[in-house]
């Protein structure tokens, strides 16, 4: 089933949401099959949302062992983060 | 409503009845599905259209009486609906090519009766999204089988064959359901007949209606296995008349 039936994860963007978020995961034989699935399973038909399915093959995760020397770096280094500015009144949206 | 008379009341809810009984049927069919289905995700999408029809025969059966007492009460020969949804699931192949005949049949005829000003004419709004669904998932699974592996063909095949003689009822006319039932017909056919092609499936061959057909589920004449579909549905209504849950 596996090798007919491959694994897709499943990213939804609700109607009013801003980005597709991971919802989880299904078998399908195909994106089309796939798709229409995910639909049933992850958004119970609500309109207006958009959802996207890719083969869990074609996702390259980071490394849980090698999460210190991926991420650490950047913690260390606070002029990396804009927050030494004062937002001047009437700047929106930041 | 005031201007109706009894003449045309006891028209609306005969086809109530025949649209209602359709859904209803069609939906304890699928609903036998359930724990059984090849894969779990299609249990779930056979799950969610049974629970679509069976919201179109709530109303439905509303618009005719108390829903519980027609779906639970009747006997058999006063059950209105086509002789092809009360056929047995058979195999996956054979859902499938029941689900293909019904769907596309049932979205011409709801999106027909949606554009039109008659008594079913809101109930159709709604249930034409669902039905677009419904047909759109048959016609997916129609495609892989047909172009699936040498067995998947042949059981396609032989379901769309086996079926076929069910096919023709769907065009009687029913009264009170006011479409033009030769064009929609003609749509039906086109529209499978370009599913099948595509699925490398021909259009089956042969009568459309069985010879032994005397009437048809629309006049209350129904196959063998109707009976005991009826049975196990209406049991635990019949053994505990008048309990609420």
């Keep these: ?94 | 409503m005031t201007s109706t008379g009894t003449g045309s009341d006891v028209v609306r809810t005969s086809a109530a009845l025949a649209l209602g009984d359709d859904a209803l049927i069609l939906s304890h069919r699928l609903g036998e599905w359930a724990g059984h289905a090849p894969v779990l995700e299609e249990e779930v999408a056979l799950a969610n259209i049974a629970l679509d029809l069976l919201g179109q025969a709530r109303v439905l059966l509303s618009m005719a009486g108390d829903e519980d007492e027609l779906a639970f009460l009747r006997e058999e020969r006063s059950f209105r609906n086509l002789q092809l949804v009360e056929q047995p699931n058979g195999d996956f192949a054979h859902t499938i090519a029941r689900q293909l005949y019904f769907s596309f049949y049932q979205h011409e005829l709801y999106a027909e009766l949606a554009a039109g000003d008659g008594p079913f004419g809101p109930l159709a709004a709604k249930a034409v999204k669902e039905t677009a669904y419904h047909r759109d998932h048959a016609e997916q699974w129609t495609l892989r089988l047909g172009d699936g592996t040498e067995e998947s063909r042949r059981r396609m095949r032989t379901a769309l064959d086996g079926l076929w003689k069910f096919t023709g009822e769907m065009f009687q006319p029913v009264d009170g359901v006011e479409v033009d039932w030769a064009a929609l017909e003609r749509r039906w056919l086109a529209a499978l007949t370009g599913v099948l092609e595509r699925a490398g499936l021909a259009l089956p061959e042969g009568p459309r209606t069985g010879a032994w057909a005397a009437g048809a589920g629309r006049q209350g004449l129904h196959t063998e296995p109707f009976g005991r579909l009826l049975a196990e549905m209406q049991h635990l209504h019949r053994s505990h008349p008048g309990a609420s849950w």
């Excluded at chain 1, 210190?68 to 990396?80: E, M």
């Design chain 1, 1 to 94: 089933m596996t090798q007919n039936w491959p694994l897709w994860e499943v990213f939804v963007r609700s109607r009013r949401g801003l980005s597709h978020t991971h919802a989880g995961s299904l078998h399908a034989p195909d994106a089309e099959m796939a798709l229409r699935n995910a639909r049933d399973l992850y958004t119970r038909r609500g309109e207006g949302i958009s959802i996207w399915v890719v083969p869990s093959t074609e996702i390259t995760a980071s490394s849980p062992d090698e999460r210190d020397p991926f991420f650490a770096p950047s913690a260390d280094k606070p002029y990396r983060h804009p927050t030494f500015y004062e937002i001047p009144e009437g700047v929106r949206h930041l």
